[in-house]
Structures are given as structure tokens and as C-alpha cells.
């Protein structure tokens, strides 16, 4: 992972693709920008534009985006016939944006669960209170454990030994990613390897302060 001025000297978060070029043409460095995101839930589709001017509101010194998206989601009945739920995505110029969001969202989502589930046991099946804080409307955070280099890997197609395009973004400084599905052949990539051994107590693992390294192969 790596974090990057664009144009505007925003700071973005990408990754760096270390790559071979086909025919022996050598290697090279791609950086791909893409911004991190996780899903939340809002109790009632009902709320999701009134959620999405709090939220903003509340994290606008994150510089979120957010948006309704319809994604699977495998809590819902019959998800299997293609059903969607629409959730609000919150999408981060960097990483440390993100993390930042889930620390200050989680703990209302939290204390939302609760009440939810106090107000459905002494409800028995009553009419909902109408809403005076649109926080109180979210319920989940999904997808924010997903690390970030396996969020752009998933999303843009960047396998471990296919090959790939990469053309340069308008930037200067990045490039955009396209998977060659139908190029099988394998690469040939030159590998060094090497392996430290080192002294330890029995059943341990080496420790810096007491063991030394006694042999490099």
C-alpha cells in the first residue's frame, strides 16, 4: 500500500504493482489509485437520503463520499435469486480516513443494536417511534476488515501471475489497471530467496535481545 498527492494535492491511498513485461522486456512499478470503502446498513430504506446528509455532516473533515449502492447480501432471505439490499457506501482518499470513520462509527452503531433489540422485546409487534437523530438509523458496518490490498486486487481484477495492462492515468503519477483474461501463458519471473537461521530456546521463536543469526542459505 502506498499513499499519494493527485493533481489537486490530495493525498490518495494505492497500491504498487511490481510487474514483468512480456518477451523479456524487463520489470517495473505501476502504482494503482483507488479509494477504500465499507458499506453501513440503515434500519429502514426509508432513511438512507436523510442518513446520508448526517453522515456527511458528521465526517465531512474526512472527505467521504457517499452513495446508495443495491449489493448482495447474504442475510437476506432468498439472496441466492439474486436480491439486493441498498446500502450506503462511504468511500475514503486514504486508508487512515477509513480506520478513522469505523473508530467514531462504531460505537453508535453499537449502542443503536441495543436499543433496537430492547425496543423489539417491549414493542411485541407495536408501532415504531418516529426518528429525531438520523445516526440512530444505522445498524451495521460492512466490509471495513477487508484489507486494502485485497479490496483493489478483488475489484480491479489484479491476479498474482496474469497478465495485465497498465495504462497510464492522466495524472501522471498512477495507472489504470485491464485483467488479459485470455493470455494463459505463464510468466517467468527470476526469484531470490534466502533463509535466516537462527538460535532459540526449545519450542520458541528466536528472540533479537538473546539468540543470534549463525547461517544465511
Same mark, same amino acid.
Given at each position: 500500500?502506498?499513499?499519494?498527492?493527485?493533481?489537486?494535492?490530495?493525498?490518495?491511498?494505492?497500491?504498487?504493482?511490481?510487474?514483468?513485461?512480456?518477451?523479456?522486456?524487463?520489470?517495473?512499478?505501476?502504482?494503482?489509485?483507488?479509494?477504500?470503502?465499507?458499506?453501513?446498513?440503515?434500519?429502514?430504506?426509508?432513511?438512507?437520503?436523510?442518513?446520508?446528509?448526517?453522515?456527511?455532516?458528521?465526517? !465531512?473533515?474526512?472527505?467521504?463520499?457517499?452513495?446508495?449502492?443495491?449489493?448482495?447480501?447474504?442475510?437476506? !432471505?432468498?439472496?441466492?435469486?439474486?436480491?439486493?439490499?441498498?446500502?450506503?457506501?462511504?468511500?475514503?482518499?486514504?486508508?487512515?480516513?477509513?480506520?478513522?470513520?469505523?473508530?467514531?462509527?462504531?460505537?453508535?452503531?453499537?449502542?443503536?443494536?441495543?436499543?433496537?433489540?430492547?425496543? !423489539?422485546?417491549?414493542?411485541?409487534?407495536?408501532?415504531?417511534?418516529?426518528?429525531?437523530?438520523?445516526?440512530?438509523?444505522?445498524?451495521?458496518?460492512?466490509?471495513?476488515?477487508?484489507?486494502?490490498?485485497?479490496?483493489?486486487?478483488?475489484?480491479?481484477?489484479?491476479?498474482?501471475?496474469?497478465?495485465?495492462?497498465?495504462?497510464?492515468?492522466?495524472?501522471?503519477?498512477?495507472?489504470?489497471?485491464?485483467?488479459?483474461?485470455?493470455?494463459?501463458?505463464?510468466?517467468?519471473?527470476?526469484?531470490?530467496?534466502?533463509?535466516?537461521?537462527?538460535?532459540?530456546?526449545?519450542?520458541?521463536?528466536?528472540?533479537? +535481545?538473546? +539468540?543470534?543469526?549463525?547461517?544465511?542459505?
Amino acid at each position: 500500500p502506498t499513499t499519494l498527492p493527485n493533481a489537486e494535492g490530495v493525498n490518495k491511498a494505492g497500491i504498487d504493482c511490481y510487474c514483468i513485461s512480456p518477451g523479456g522486456g524487463g520489470t517495473f512499478k505501476a502504482t494503482v489509485l483507488y479509494d477504500p470503502y465499507f458499506y453501513v446498513r440503515v434500519s429502514d430504506p426509508k432513511y438512507l437520503q436523510d442518513a446520508t446528509v448526517v453522515l456527511g455532516r458528521k465526517l !465531512e473533515d474526512l472527505g467521504v463520499t457517499i452513495e446508495a449502492k443495491d449489493v448482495e447480501d447474504l442475510e437476506l !432471505e432468498n439472496h441466492l435469486s439474486g436480491k439486493q439490499r441498498r446500502l450506503l457506501k462511504l468511500s475514503f482518499s486514504t486508508v487512515s480516513d477509513l480506520v478513522e470513520c469505523k473508530v467514531r462509527l462504531k460505537p453508535i452503531i453499537e449502542k443503536n443494536r441495543a436499543r433496537l433489540a430492547m425496543q !423489539e422485546a417491549y414493542s411485541a409487534g407495536g408501532a415504531k417511534s418516529e426518528v429525531d437523530d438520523f445516526l440512530e438509523t444505522l445498524v451495521d458496518l460492512r466490509e471495513y476488515d477487508v484489507p486494502y490490498v485485497m479490496r483493489v486486487s478483488i475489484d480491479l481484477d489484479l491476479r498474482v501471475g496474469s497478465w495485465s495492462i497498465f495504462t497510464p492515468a492522466n495524472d501522471g503519477i498512477s495507472c489504470t489497471p485491464e485483467w488479459q483474461r485470455d493470455r494463459i501463458e505463464a510468466a517467468e519471473p527470476r526469484i531470490l530467496a534466502f533463509d535466516i537461521e537462527c538460535t532459540k530456546a526449545p519450542l520458541k521463536f528466536p528472540q533479537p +535481545d538473546n +539468540d543470534q543469526v549463525f547461517m544465511i542459505s
